[in-house]
């Protein structure tokens, strides 16, 4: 199976070009999936434009064009996520049209420039999907940082973990999250595809570093802190 890790350097709020960027890359990529970071379609972190409703439908909107444009295709998308009047920071899993499986954020960071719990509702299932035969965990960013939920993933069949985040720059921060997945792969022994925002928002630098995590080591990675798509293969 071919997976392209794209590598995305959207712009917080532009979500009309952060769609369209995202629906060109979906019809030009050849793979069998196509990841792209988390919230990829508002960008990464919207912060107090989520207190406005119509921000937020104007994003349910926009995911939903995204759905339409994966006929033959297949995706996942970082996006918001609204239930019961509850906002949840979400990735959906799409594939011709269809939407397969949407993963609610567990692990909502409220630390340094985070402050996820003022806007977003937990969510609570260690969520896996089936894709060309094989039995996946999706999670988001800080989901992959603690061993609880790769580890119910793995427990529930999991062949493999697909992660997507928008992790910002820090000093030690790219050996940080490269320790932090070989420590997931050392407890479930089972790769794990990590997909990381770019570029810089409001004077945050997103370090990218998506990679492809196998057999205790980095099998490939994308270009740090650009732009780019990766391709790997799975068995």
Not at 122 to 139: P, R, V
């Amino acid at each position: 199976m071919r997976i392209a890790l794209c590598q995305l350097n959207p712009t917080v709020g532009d979500i009309k070009g952060n769609t369209k960027k995202i629906i060109s890359i979906i019809k030009s990529t050849k793979a069998d999936l196509i990841v792209f970071p988390e919230l990829s379609i508002t960008g990464y972190s919207p912060q107090d434009l989520l207190l406005n409703p119509n921000f937020v439908e104007e994003n349910l909107k926009a995911f939903e064009r995204i759905v339409q444009s994966t006929k033959n295709k297949a995706a996942i998308i970082g996006f918001i996520d609204k239930r019961n009047n509850q906002l949840y920071n979400s990735a959906a899993v799409m594939q011709d049209t269809q939407i397969l499986r949407i993963h609610h954020k567990i692990c909502l960071p409220n630390y340094s420039i985070f402050d996820e719990k003022r806007w977003f509702m937990e969510g609570s299932e260690a969520t896996i999907f089936e894709f060309n035969g094989k039995k996946i965990g999706l999670s988001i960013c800080e989901d992959i940082w603690f061993p609880e939920t790769t580890k119910k993933q793995k427990d529930n069949g999991a062949e493999l973990i697909i992660n997507i985040s928008a992790s910002p720059y820090g000093e030690g921060k790219i050996k940080k999250i490269e320790k932090i997945l070989k420590e997931r792969w050392e407890e479930n022994r089972i790769p794990i595809a990590y997909v990381n925002q770019a570029g810089g928002q409001d004077g945050i630098v997103y370090y990218g570093h998506s990679m492809f995590f196998n057999n205790g080591r980095i099998v490939r990675k994308a270009k740090d802190f650009e732009e780019n798509s990766l391709i790997v293969e799975t068995q």
